[in-house]
C-alpha cells in the first residue's frame, strides 16, 4: 500500500497529541468517516464534508486541510486493499498514532468500510446497468395499411443506469408472444446458473 | 361483415366491365396485377384498346379499378364471400366476379407481404446471449467477489438495420427482471385478454 510523503508527513503531523488532541481528533475523523452518506433520492453515496463544521478546531486552517486530506487519502487506501483492523493498527502504529486514537478509528473504519468500498466501485467502467424494467401488452387491431391484425404485442423498457450519469436511461423494445418467450427463458436460464454457483 | 365501397365513377365502371366475357375479364385481371408492380406500357394499352373497340382511356379506368379491388381486399383481408357479395351489390355478373375474385385471392398474400412492410416498426427483440461473470478486483477496489451477468441483446429495427446492446445486471436485478417479464407472458392466458381476442374480429 502506497501513501505519498506530503500525506504521510501530515498524518505524522496529526499523529502528534500536541498537534492534535485526542478529542479534536476523534471530532475530526467521526465528520470525515459520517462524510459518506447515502443520497435517499437516488440511491447513490455522496460524500460530503460540511466545511463549516471545521471551523470549530483548534488547528490552524492549512494544517487542518492537509490532515483532512491526508485522512481521506488513507481510509481510501484501507478500504481499497479491503484491511483488517489488524493491519490498519499496525500501519497507524508505524506512523505514530496513540493506542487511544488507533482504537477510536478501527472503530469507524469497521463500521463504515463497506460503504467506502460501495462508493469506490461506482467509479469504475461497466456496461449500462439493468435496474427495473416496465412492460406493456398491446393489441394491434388495425393500421392505415393493413386491416384485421389482430396481434398481441408486448412493449418492453429496460430502466439503465450508466456510469457517470444520475438520470437513469431506457431501452425500449417489442415483441411478440414467441419472442417474448424465448427472452424469458433465456433470462431463467441465466438465473438458474447464478443460483448454481452460489451454492458451490 | 367488411365490404368494398365503391365510389359513383368506380360503380359506372363495374357495369361497363359486364359487356365482356369472363375470359378477357380474366386478361384484364392479369394485366392488373403486372400493373401494381410496373407501370402499363402506353402503346401496349392502345393497341389492346384498339383490338376491344373501345377508346384507352376506358381500358385504363378498367384496369385501375381491377387493380384497387386486389389491392383493397388485400389492405381488408377481405374473404371469397365478402368480395363476391361487394362486386354483385353494384352490379357485376356472377361469372366475371368470380374471375376476379380469383386473381383477388391469389394475390392476396404477396400484396399483404408487400404492405407490412410498410407497417409501423419499432425496434423489435431477436435474440439474447448471456454470461456470467464473478468481479474479481478494479482499479480502485480490490479484493472482490460480485457476481455479474452481462446481456447481449440483439434487436432489428425492421428496415434490415441490425442493432446490439449490451448491457449488464447483478443477480437482484436479474432477479426482478425474469419475475416480471414472466408475469407479462402470463397475462396473454388471463381471462381478460382471452375475451379480447374472441370479441375483436
Same mark, same amino acid.
Given at each position: 500500500?502506497?501513501?505519498?510523503?506530503?500525506?504521510?508527513?501530515?498524518?505524522?503531523?496529526?499523529?502528534?497529541?500536541?498537534?492534535?488532541?485526542?478529542?479534536?481528533?476523534?471530532?475530526?475523523?467521526?465528520?470525515?468517516?459520517? !462524510?459518506?452518506?447515502?443520497?435517499?433520492?437516488?440511491?447513490?453515496?455522496?460524500? #460530503?464534508?460540511?466545511?463549516?463544521?471545521?471551523?470549530?478546531?483548534?488547528?490552524?486552517?492549512?494544517?487542518?486541510?492537509? *490532515? !483532512?486530506?491526508?485522512? @481521506?487519502?488513507?481510509?481510501?487506501?484501507?478500504?481499497?486493499?479491503?484491511?483488517?483492523?489488524?493491519?490498519?493498527?499496525?500501519?497507524?502504529?508505524?506512523?505514530?498514532?496513540?493506542?487511544?486514537?488507533?482504537?477510536?478509528?478501527?472503530?469507524?473504519?469497521?463500521?463504515?468500510?463497506?460503504?467506502?468500498?460501495?462508493?469506490?466501485?461506482?467509479?469504475?467502467?461497466?456496461?449500462?446497468?439493468?435496474?427495473?424494467?416496465?412492460?406493456?401488452?398491446?393489441?394491434?387491431? #388495425?393500421?392505415?395499411?393493413?386491416?384485421? *391484425?389482430?396481434?398481441?404485442? @408486448?412493449?418492453?423498457?429496460?430502466?439503465?443506469?450508466? !456510469?457517470?450519469?444520475?438520470?437513469?436511461? #431506457?431501452?425500449?423494445?417489442?415483441?411478440?408472444?414467441?419472442?417474448?418467450?424465448?427472452?424469458?427463458? #433465456?433470462?431463467?436460464?441465466?438465473?438458474? !446458473?447464478?443460483?448454481?454457483?452460489?451454492?458451490? | 361483415?367488411?365490404?368494398?365501397?365503391? &365510389?359513383?365513377?368506380?360503380?359506372?365502371?363495374?357495369?361497363?366491365?359486364?359487356?365482356?366475357?369472363?375470359?378477357?375479364?380474366?386478361?384484364?385481371?392479369?394485366?392488373?396485377?403486372?400493373?401494381?408492380?410496373?407501370?402499363? &406500357?402506353?402503346?401496349?394499352?392502345?393497341?389492346?384498346?384498339?383490338?376491344?373497340?373501345?377508346?384507352?382511356?376506358?381500358?385504363?379506368?378498367?384496369?385501375?379499378?381491377?387493380?384497387?379491388?386486389?389491392?383493397?381486399?388485400?389492405?381488408?383481408?377481405? &374473404?371469397?364471400?365478402?368480395? %363476391?357479395?361487394?362486386?354483385?351489390?353494384?352490379?357485376?355478373? &356472377?361469372?366475371?366476379?368470380?374471375?376476379?375474385?380469383?386473381?383477388?385471392?391469389?394475390?392476396?398474400?404477396?400484396? %399483404?407481404?408487400?404492405?407490412?412492410?410498410?407497417?409501423?416498426?419499432?425496434?423489435?427483440?431477436n435474440n439474447l446471449e448471456w454470461r456470467l461473470d464473478v468481479k474479481l478486483a478494479t482499479r480502485s477496489v480490490l479484493e472482490l467477489l460480485e457476481p455479474e451477468v452481462i446481456l447481449k441483446f440483439d434487436f432489428d429495427d425492421g428496415k434490415n438495420k441490425k442493432e446490439v446492446k449490451i448491457l449488464q445486471t447483478d443477480v437482484v436485478?436479474?432477479?426482478?427482471?425474469?419475475n416480471n417479464l414472466e408475469e407479462a407472458l402470463n397475462e396473454i392466458k388471463s381471462n381478460h385478454c382471452r375475451r379480447v381476442f374472441r370479441n375483436i374480429v
Amino acid at each position: 500500500m502506497e501513501i505519498n510523503s506530503k500525506s504521510v508527513a501530515a498524518l505524522k503531523y496529526a499523529a502528534n497529541d500536541e498537534n492534535l488532541s485526542t478529542q479534536s481528533f476523534e471530532a475530526l475523523i467521526k465528520l470525515i468517516f459520517d !462524510s459518506f452518506i447515502v443520497d435517499l433520492k437516488v440511491g447513490k453515496l455522496v460524500p #460530503k464534508l460540511e466545511t463549516k463544521n471545521l471551523d470549530t478546531f483548534d488547528v490552524p486552517k492549512v494544517e487542518l486541510k492537509e *490532515i !483532512s486530506a491526508s485522512f @481521506y487519502t488513507l481510509i481510501a487506501e484501507f478500504a481499497r486493499h479491503n484491511f483488517d483492523t489488524v493491519s490498519v493498527s499496525t500501519f497507524l502504529e508505524d506512523t505514530g498514532f496513540s493506542n487511544e486514537k488507533i482504537n477510536i478509528f478501527s472503530q469507524f473504519y469497521l463500521e463504515k468500510r463497506e460503504i467506502i468500498r460501495l462508493f469506490l466501485s461506482s467509479t469504475t467502467a461497466s456496461f449500462p446497468h439493468v435496474v427495473d424494467v416496465n412492460w406493456r401488452l398491446d393489441y394491434i387491431v #388495425k393500421e392505415n395499411n393493413l386491416e384485421r *391484425i389482430n396481434e398481441p404485442v @408486448y412493449l418492453i423498457e429496460l430502466k439503465v443506469e450508466k !456510469s457517470g450519469e444520475t438520470e437513469l436511461s #431506457k431501452v425500449q423494445f417489442s415483441c411478440t408472444v414467441e419472442q417474448l418467450q424465448d427472452l424469458v427463458f #433465456k433470462l431463467k436460464e441465466a438465473s438458474k !446458473s447464478v443460483e448454481r454457483l452460489a451454492q458451490i | 361483415m367488411v365490404q368494398l365501397h365503391f &365510389n359513383d365513377r368506380q360503380k359506372e365502371t363495374i357495369i361497363f366491365l359486364n359487356s365482356f366475357d369472363d375470359s378477357i375479364i380474366g386478361e384484364f385481371c392479369r394485366i392488373s396485377t403486372e400493373s401494381i408492380h410496373k407501370e402499363i &406500357n402506353s402503346k401496349t394499352l392502345n393497341n389492346a384498346a384498339a383490338k376491344l373497340n373501345i377508346p384507352p382511356m376506358q381500358l385504363k379506368e378498367m384496369l385501375d379499378l381491377i387493380a384497387w379491388i386486389i389491392i383493397e381486399g388485400a389492405r381488408l383481408s377481405i &374473404n371469397e364471400k365478402e368480395l %363476391q357479395e361487394s362486386m354483385i351489390i353494384v352490379g357485376l355478373k &356472377n361469372e366475371l366476379a368470380n374471375v376476379i375474385v380469383a386473381s383477388v385471392m391469389n394475390n392476396m398474400h404477396l400484396l %399483404q407481404n408487400y404492405m407490412s412492410n410498410m407497417r409501423i416498426n419499432t425496434l423489435s427483440y431477436n435474440n439474447l446471449e448471456w454470461r456470467l461473470d464473478v468481479k474479481l478486483a478494479t482499479r480502485s477496489v480490490l479484493e472482490l467477489l460480485e457476481p455479474e451477468v452481462i446481456l447481449k441483446f440483439d434487436f432489428d429495427d425492421g428496415k434490415n438495420k441490425k442493432e446490439v446492446k449490451i448491457l449488464q445486471t447483478d443477480v437482484v436485478n436479474l432477479n426482478n427482471l425474469t419475475n416480471n417479464l414472466e408475469e407479462a407472458l402470463n397475462e396473454i392466458k388471463s381471462n381478460h385478454c382471452r375475451r379480447v381476442f374472441r370479441n375483436i374480429v
